[in-house]
């Protein structure tokens, strides 16, 4: 029950800080305009203007309408106390029980201002400003605003604290409208800004489908055509086949024609193999290389060569030769 209790606490603190870094980040994007919130004007009843956003205060030369009493610096007395670690909203009780006790003033003759900052130890660190009560009357007077009207520490670094009374709640809760309207606008335009993002994708999507469908719709009335088309592709393959068998055919009667031109009358040929329009032969003859010449510069064949070197015959007195030539039609040069 002790450890689940701790791990409760642990995350109830943690919740809490969260929290409180949300609204210290609130805080400080109001004090630099980033945020919406309501602007205030205030007087320290020597002639001065303050434009008064958050904490931050800004001198005005216009003599602007007063709704608000600030209350200067030197008037006022500043120090910083450790509070222990508890919970956010027990801190204003926390700090006014140490405040009282840490004021030279009766608590009903004060007014206070503070600022809590969490440490890593889980304690709050405190800075505070009080101010006596008693000149608070004569400077709204002056001013010419009345007894609700807020009222501001002005702090010698840290700009314009708000005094914690009546005033500084109603700010909170019209600060609270102002950021439901600012996160209201700030959803409103990231689901825009996603809108538009995903716009490009579902208009290809709407594209795609719209492709699809009348792909679907045109591919029954596609296949007569889709089938006239195989069957003209099946002819034109036969026609190409036809016609490279045609040129493939070699007459066998022209290649004997030729070689009996190309061959003198001494060379007899005992062999004649003929592949396509690869031609070999073999035979004797009295001299091979001479032979291998005149086929050669015959018309009708190229590529003429002697795979295997020729060989002297000694029953003929010749040499036995093979040729390889390539047919390619035509007539004697």
Request: aromatic share 6%; hydrophobic share 45%; charged share 20%.
């Given at each position: 029950?002790?450890?689940?209790?701790?791990?409760?606490?642990?995350?109830?603190?943690?919740?809490?800080?969260?929290?409180?870094?949300?609204?210290?980040?609130?805080?400080?994007?109001?004090a630099?305009?980033?945020?919406?919130?309501?602007?205030?004007?205030?007087?320290?009843?020597?002639?001065?203007?303050?434009?008064?956003?958050?904490?931050?205060?800004?001198?005005?030369?216009?003599?602007?309408?007063?709704r608000?009493?600030?209350?200067?610096?030197?008037?006022?007395?500043?120090?910083?106390?450790?509070?222990?670690?508890?919970?956010?909203?027990?801190?204003?009780?926390?700090?006014?029980?140490?405040?009282?006790?840490?004021?030279?003033?009766?608590?009903?003759?004060?007014?206070?201002?503070?600022?809590?900052?969490?440490?890593?130890?889980?304690?709050?660190?405190?800075?505070?400003?009080?101010?006596?009560?008693?000149?608070?009357?004569?400077?709204?007077?002056?001013?010419?605003?009345?007894?609700?009207?807020?009222?501001?520490?002005?702090?010698?670094?840290s700009?314009?604290?708000?005094?914690?009374?009546?005033?500084?709640?109603?700010?909170?809760?019209?600060?609270?409208?102002?950021?439901?309207?600012?996160?209201?606008?700030?959803?409103?335009?990231?689901?825009?800004?996603?809108?538009?993002?995903?716009?490009?994708?579902?208009?290809?999507?709407?594209?795609?489908?719209?492709?699809?469908?009348?792909?679907?719709?045109?591919?029954?009335?596609?296949?007569?055509?889709?089938?006239?088309l195989?069957?003209?592709?099946?002819?034109?393959?036969?026609?190409?086949?036809?016609?490279?068998?045609?040129?493939?055919a070699?007459?066998?009667?022209?290649?004997?024609?030729?070689?009996?031109?190309?061959?003198?009358?001494?060379?007899?040929?005992?062999?004649?193999?003929?592949?396509?329009?690869d031609?070999?032969?073999?035979?004797?003859?009295?001299?091979?290389?001479?032979?291998?010449?005149?086929?050669?510069?015959?018309?009708?064949?190229?590529?003429?060569?002697?795979?295997?070197?020729?060989?002297?015959?000694?029953?003929?007195?010749?040499?036995?030769?093979?040729?390889?030539?390539?047919?390619?039609?035509?007539?004697?040069?």
């Open positions: 029950m002790t450890g689940k209790t701790a791990v409760q606490n642990r995350l109830a603190q943690g919740l809490d800080r969260i929290a409180w870094g949300l609204l210290d980040l609130r805080d400080r994007l109001v630099r305009g980033w945020w919406p919130a309501s602007r205030t004007v205030a007087g320290d009843g020597a002639g001065a203007r303050w434009a008064i956003r958050g904490t931050r205060a800004h001198p005005l030369a216009s003599n602007g309408k007063v608000a009493a600030v209350v200067a610096a030197d008037r006022c007395l500043w120090g910083q106390l450790t509070l222990p670690a508890m919970a956010r909203g027990a801190l204003p009780s926390a700090v006014n029980e140490a405040l009282y006790s840490l004021s030279p003033l009766p608590p009903d003759q004060m007014l206070c201002a503070w600022r809590a900052e969490p440490a890593a130890d889980g304690t709050w660190r405190v800075q505070w400003g009080l101010a006596p009560r008693d000149a608070l009357g004569a400077l709204r007077q002056s001013l010419g605003v009345g007894d609700s009207a807020p009222t501001f520490l002005l702090h010698p670094q700009g314009a604290w708000a005094v914690r009374d009546a005033a500084f709640a109603r700010q909170r809760r019209r600060q609270a409208w102002w950021d439901a309207a600012a996160l209201l606008g700030l959803g409103v335009a990231v689901a825009s800004a996603a809108v538009l993002a995903g716009m490009p994708a579902a208009l290809q999507r709407q594209g795609v489908v719209g492709a699809m469908q009348q792909l679907q719709t045109l591919d029954p009335q596609a296949a007569p055509i889709r089938q006239q195989d069957a003209l592709r099946t002819q034109a393959r036969i026609v190409e086949d036809i016609r490279a068998g045609h040129d493939a070699v007459p066998a009667a022209s290649i004997i024609e030729a070689l009996a031109a190309a061959l003198p009358d001494d060379t007899v040929l005992d062999r004649i193999d003929i592949n396509g329009r031609i070999r032969i073999g035979g004797l003859t009295p001299n091979a290389t001479d032979l291998l010449s005149r086929v050669a510069g015959h018309g009708a064949f190229a590529d003429a060569k002697a795979p295997n070197a020729a060989v002297r015959d000694p029953g003929s007195n010749k040499e036995r030769f093979t040729f390889e030539l390539r047919w390619k039609g035509g007539s004697a040069s």
